[in-house]
């Protein structure tokens, strides 16, 4: 019997063609309201769903979900070491990690995390292609050696927080660290509060846009900084700098600011001190003091008071 060149036999014959290239191919599964704690439980688990499962438990295994393949994790609880190592295509939702995890998620790619607790203490190591969303994360080296990153309305408690990592982005995030987005570069930060101490040290191509900065001797050794509507509180800012920018900014407890910087900076308010910076112009409104003492480099910037 033939079948006639019509579109409506046609789209049968595509139907059919899918149906045939998939015989081989294992359905997508669901794995729900199960409880492991063996060694590799699930490893290389592929085109699965795992929901409301709970990690844990006397055998104590490792690497539950290690080399999995287009996994979703909905609603499950975690309490063993190095749940989701080598993890490709995956998702991680409305999900728990507690500190027992240790280093929770490392060597993954393309993977989403959204409204999740994560408590992991080396979380997101070598990553890429990662997305967090509306998450609360207490990991004090978190997200070390990544890349392609995007974090959005999430809270983030880190001592290091990004350490070396590249092409982030980061928006409406509330964050508390210390040496928070040292060695990095290609980062873009908005809508962001960030009480921090040492921040960007050493950091290349950064952009940080209306957004709070806390912190005492942000962004030395930095290179292409650039601070936009930003409010910046802290001793000692923005020292070593190379092509620094300021635009629009205001500056709360910044004494013995730009020291030997390159910079160009429009600031609003007052600044408490600016100390022999390099070369540039500096504008505010008002300075309590300029300083020009004995340098070890030629510091020739312009300051310029406007009132």
């Known amino acids: 019997m033939s079948i006639s060149d019509t579109s409506e036999n046609m789209e049968i014959l595509r139907q059919y063609a899918m149906v045939a290239m998939n015989v081989n191919r294992p359905q997508r599964i669901s794995i729900e309201n199960q409880r492991f704690d063996e060694e590799r439980a699930l490893y290389n688990l592929r085109k699965a769903d795992?929901?409301?499962?709970?990690?844990?438990?006397?055998?104590?295994?490792?690497s539950v979900l290690k080399e999995v393949r287009d996994v979703n994790v909905i609603g499950s609880k975690f309490s063993l070491r190095y749940p989701l190592w080598h993890a490709d295509k995956f998702s991680l939702i409305s999900s728990e990690m507690d500190s027992q995890t240790r280093a929770p998620i490392w060597y993954a790619r393309d993977g989403k995390i959204k409204s999740s607790h994560i408590e992991g203490i080396k979380f997101l190591r070598e990553c890429q292609h990662?997305?967090?969303?509306?998450?609360?994360?207490?990991?004090?080296?978190?997200?070390w050696k990544c890349r392609d990153i995007s974090i959005v309305d999430t809270e983030i408690d880190s001592?290091?927080?990004?350490?070396?990592?590249?092409?982030?982005?980061?928006?409406?995030?509330?964050?508390?660290?210390?040496?928070?987005?040292?060695?990095?570069?290609?980062?873009?930060?908005k809508d962001s509060v960030l009480d921090t101490k040492d921040a960007f040290w050493h950091s290349k191509n950064v952009t940080v846009e209306n957004s709070v900065i806390k912190g005492e001797y942000l962004g030395w050794f930095s290179e292409n900084l650039t601070l936009i509507n930003c409010r910046i509180i802290g001793t000692q800012p923005l020292c070593y700098c190379e092509n620094l920018t300021l635009i629009s900014c205001t500056m709360e407890d910044t004494d013995l600011a730009f020291e030997y910087s390159d910079v160009?900076?429009?600031?609003?308010?007052?600044?408490?001190?600016?100390?022999?910076?390099?070369?540039?112009?500096?504008?505010?409104?008002?300075?309590?003091?300029?300083?020009?003492?004995?340098?070890?480099?030629?510091s020739k910037a312009e300051i310029k008071i406007r009132s």
């Open 264 to 298: 160009n900076a429009d600031i609003k308010g007052h600044v408490v001190s600016i100390k022999n910076p390099k070369s540039g112009m500096i504008k505010a409104d008002s300075v309590g003091e300029i300083i020009r003492d004995t340098t070890v480099i030629q």
């Open 130 to 143: 990662i997305q967090i969303e509306d998450s609360v994360i207490f990991s004090p080296e978190f997200g």
């Open 159 to 189: 001592e290091y927080l990004l350490l070396d990592s590249s092409n982030i982005e980061i928006d409406q995030i509330q964050m508390q660290g210390k040496y928070s987005f040292q060695y990095m570069s290609q980062l873009h930060i």
């Open 50 to 62: 795992v929901i409301d499962c709970t990690f844990a438990g006397p055998a104590d295994g490792e």
